[in-house]
């Protein structure tokens, strides 16, 4: 796994850099974890204890998360491997600044929406970060099973209720940016740009899983009823689903920086670094936005980050951008795997970074080889009814 890791790092159109972001409750930690185990990454039976991205003791005891943890996975579509780096987002309001920072460091996002609920105030606020990021977005509706056993829907009813929560998502992204949902943003279950499902019985289906698997829309309701959910998670599985629909939709790092890179940056874009960063050059110079720190027992401080230009290196000076610049030397280089960070001795641009020896850096600064570069947009937090907050 560690080799098949390392090699797709090096392959930015393999990758795609995705969040998932939700409405508490609306099932982001189920669906996280089954996407985790399904992709092979840790074992069925944890996932089921749905201990994996919630292993802060801070966080069992609140039953929430609050801490936007990196896990990596590999999944093959069309044959051929794809490195997913997703970014755990937290769905409490309270932690709405860990939702910024995530979105940073994505171009795409998997929006999940409870079924019976539809679209919440906190739904709402993780989509409008989004796009304010230029991160595209997809949705996942879950929790059908419910309509399907709890609320006894008929098929039917079923699909047009599945059709108002998609209206819903398409009303809000028309209302937050007209020009992106024109551009092709608007989502679409015919195109595959929606995939409904129960994460937590760990099926899910869209139009084109269904041509490949050939498992209808009408058999999915009449096992999901005569609750043969194994036989769903069989042939029409979560991961893989999801998955599909994340390689084939969401933008890989190069498509997306073209774009973001105007959007997050606000230096010369036909500077030296304006322009490796848009075209996500591992020759360019090292910029990289610090998006989150964490402490590690055995390495200390991680800083963990979007490198959007150049290569990190051990032992490479950088500078950390701010009121006083500084100057830190790289000492480990990482990336993730399932959810452990395994040291590399080079990554290149488009990944996600976890870097020791950054100790004058904080969450927001851009750090950078270069000894004058413009520093990224500060990160910002939109909360409904719209009110801005520095974070
Ligand atoms: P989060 O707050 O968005 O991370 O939500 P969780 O993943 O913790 O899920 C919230 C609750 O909904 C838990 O009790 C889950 O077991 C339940 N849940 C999640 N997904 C589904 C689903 O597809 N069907 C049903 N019936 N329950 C689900």
């Known amino acids: 796994m560690v080799e098949r890791v390392t090699e797709l790092m090096d392959k930015p159109e393999r990758i795609r850099n995705i969040g998932i972001v939700a409405h508490i409750d609306h099932g982001k930690t189920t ?7 399904g992709a092979g990454m840790i074992s069925e039976e944890l996932a089921g204890k749905q201990l994996f991205m919630d292993s802060d003791e801070e966080e069992q005891v609140r039953g929430i998360t609050i801490d936007a943890s990196n896990v990596s996975m590999v999944h093959e579509y069309d044959g051929k491997e794809y490195l997913i780096n997703m970014i755990d987002t937290p769905g409490h309001v309270d932690f709405g600044g860990d939702v910024t920072r995530a979105m940073r460091a994505v171009d795409g996002a998997v929006v999940v929406v409870d079924a019976v609920e539809g679209t919440m105030p906190q739904t709402e606020t993780v989509l409008r970060q989004a796009l304010k990021e230029g991160v595209r977005p997809v949705l996942f509706i879950n929790k059908v099973d419910r309509l399907i056993n709890e609320l006894k829907v008929d098929e039917q009813e079923m699909q047009i209720r599945l059709g108002k929560v998609i209206d819903k998502v398409n009303k809000l992204i028309k209302g937050m940016n007209e020009k992106m949902y024109n551009e092709g943003w608007k989502l679409d279950a015919a195109k595959g740009t929606v995939a409904f499902g129960s994460a937590l019985y760990n099926w899910a289906v869209s139009v084109p899983f269904m041509k490949k698997s050939g498992v209808s829309f009408k058999e999915v309701y009449q096992k999901c009823n005569a609750g043969e959910m194994k036989w769903l998670a069989k042939n029409s599985p979560l991961h893989a689903v999801l998955l599909d629909m994340v390689v084939k939709h969401l933008p890989n790092p190069i498509e997306a ?5 105007h959007i997050i ?21 090292v910029c990289l936005m610090v998006t989150d720190i964490s402490f590690d027992p055995h390495a200390g401080e991680v800083a963990t980050g979007r490198l959007f230009s150049g290569t990190l290196r051990r032992g490479t000076e950088c500078y950390i951008m701010g009121a006083a610049k500084r100057v830190n030397r790289i000492a480990q280089v990482g990336i993730f795997m399932g959810a452990e960070r395994i040291e590399v001795d080079a990554l290149p641009a488009g990944n996600i970074a976890a870097v020791t020896g950054l100790k004058d850096a904080i969450v927001g600064s851009t750090v950078t080889t270069l000894l004058e570069m413009t520093p990224f947009e500060s990160l910002k937090h939109y909360s409904e009814p719209v009110m801005t907050v520095a974070v």
Do not use: F, T, V
């Open 257 to 261: 920086q073209d774009r973001r890179i």
């Open 31 to 37: 669906l996280s974890d089954n996407l985790l185990a």
């Open 265 to 285: 940056w606000h230096g010369d874009y036909n500077s030296s670094e304006g322009k490796a960063m848009i075209n996500c050059d591992p020759n360019g110079p």
